[in-house]
């Protein structure tokens, strides 16, 4: 039994308040947010759908000190960062402050510059093994169950891989002429900055949607995919043998883009301050407040996502292709968790990153990505927990 706090009330933070009141691992769950009112409201909808009590706190996630206070006061077994990813490292340092378990779903991005990478996260781990507490990067979707299902396709279906392609598919709509399914200043920086990939030991960099493919996503069909630069790569490069090509590619739809590119050439991407009627202002920030916040999009979201990896290699002097892959419908994501499946796929990994560890099937002293542990228990769990995946021959 397990009490966990968890930082961050945006839609993904519901996703993984709700699954943890259902799973029997966690016994005290704490939710905390800058914005109090949202940690009622998630703390009200559990007691009224499962009779289940959680607390609630405010934090300023980029505070210190404040988030060594809430640690010591709430006394968890871990912490679970489900807050902006510019506030990992913060987080990070207040869980090794405090000797208490960490977790989060997407890697260090500076604010005030639009890259990211594991460096600075990496960079903690031996202090995190001297204090004797773990830190799993990446456990949403993909990051991390793209890297799970790497780390499966190489104990079950290979000897060696040579190529992976990372694969995700949104097919949802909103209704809305433009919007983000998650965080409009994460979502542009990552879909603007220019592409990269790795090949025979080097990072090949290509400008923003310079290369395109069309892959058929099953239940959803022919889609364009654009190559986009993603942090699991990153970690997958050190950690798949025999690799020689990893890409990632992500679908947009031309009304996207075009929406996109437009407000790109006129500034409202830019991430610098401008002074706008004797204020400063940074125009990604202005636009975030303009554009729907993805936390009520699931209502209105119908459609389904595909995402998985297409990994080729070799098993007993044969080359061979695998397709693993999960489907998830945006309705009956929001039927279950109130929210779209851009934010389930991102929580439930959440929660099961966090059931690994507390149930010590995944559970060692230091820094860790997703695909350094044993595969087998994560995808059982995916199954149970509503993200069935699949496995194809090609």
């Not at 807050?83 to 402050?97: F, G, N, V």
Request: overall charge negative; glycine content about 6%.
């Amino acid at each position: 039994m397990a009490n966990i706090l968890i930082i961050g009330a945006g839609g993904v933070g519901r996703v993984v308040v709700y699954k943890c009141v259902q799973d029997p691992t966690f016994d005290k769950i704490t939710l905390a947010s800058r914005r109090l009112s949202s940690c009622a409201r998630y703390q009200e909808e559990v007691k009224a759908r499962y009779d289940k009590d959680i607390d609630i706190a405010e934090v300023d996630a980029d505070d210190i000190p404040a988030l060594v206070a809430l640690i010591q006061k709430v006394k968890p077994d871990m912490v679970l960062n489900i807050a902006l990813p510019y506030q990992d490292l913060t987080i990070m340092e207040a869980c090794l402050q405090t000797k208490t378990h960490y977790l989060d779903t997407a890697n260090y991005e500076h604010p005030d510059a639009a890259k990211f990478e594991y460096k600075e996260q990496w960079a903690y781990h031996d202090r995190y093994k001297d204090a004797g507490i773990m830190a799993l990067l990446g456990s949403g979707f993909d990051p991390g169950v793209t890297n799970v299902f790497c780390a499966y396709a190489q104990k079950h279906y290979f000897d060696t891989i040579e190529t992976i392609d990372i694969l995700d598919c949104n097919a949802g709509d909103h209704g809305y002429p433009f919007a983000t399914n998650f965080n409009p200043e994460i979502n542009l920086r990552e879909v603007s900055s220019k592409g990269r990939y790795w090949e025979e030991g080097k990072w090949i960099e290509t400008e923003p949607m310079e290369i395109k493919m069309v892959w058929d996503y099953p239940e959803i069909g022919k889609k364009d995919s654009y190559l986009l630069y993603h942090e699991e790569m990153e970690s997958l490069i050190k950690h798949i043998k025999g690799l020689k090509r990893i890409r990632f590619f992500m679908t947009f739809g031309e009304s996207y883009l075009t929406h996109m590119k437009c407000l790109e050439n006129v500034g409202m991407l830019g991430i610098e301050e401008v002074e706008h009627m004797g204020q400063k202002i940074i125009p990604m920030q202005f636009l975030k407040t303009l554009l729907p916040d993805p936390a009520t999009l699931g209502e209105r979201t119908k459609g389904k996502t595909n995402i998985g990896i297409v990994a080729t290699g070799i098993k007993d002097g044969q080359k061979k292709t695998i397709y693993i892959y999960n489907i998830c419908d945006h309705e009956k994501t929001y039927k279950e968790t109130l929210s779209q499946a851009v934010s389930y796929t991102t929580g439930v990994p959440a929660m099961i990153g966090a059931k690994m560890m507390m149930q010590q099937k995944w559970l060692n002293d230091g820094v860790f990505n997703m695909e350094q542990f044993d595969p087998d228990p994560f995808m059982e769990a995916l199954n149970q927990d509503g993200l069935t995946w699949f496995v194809k021959e090609l």
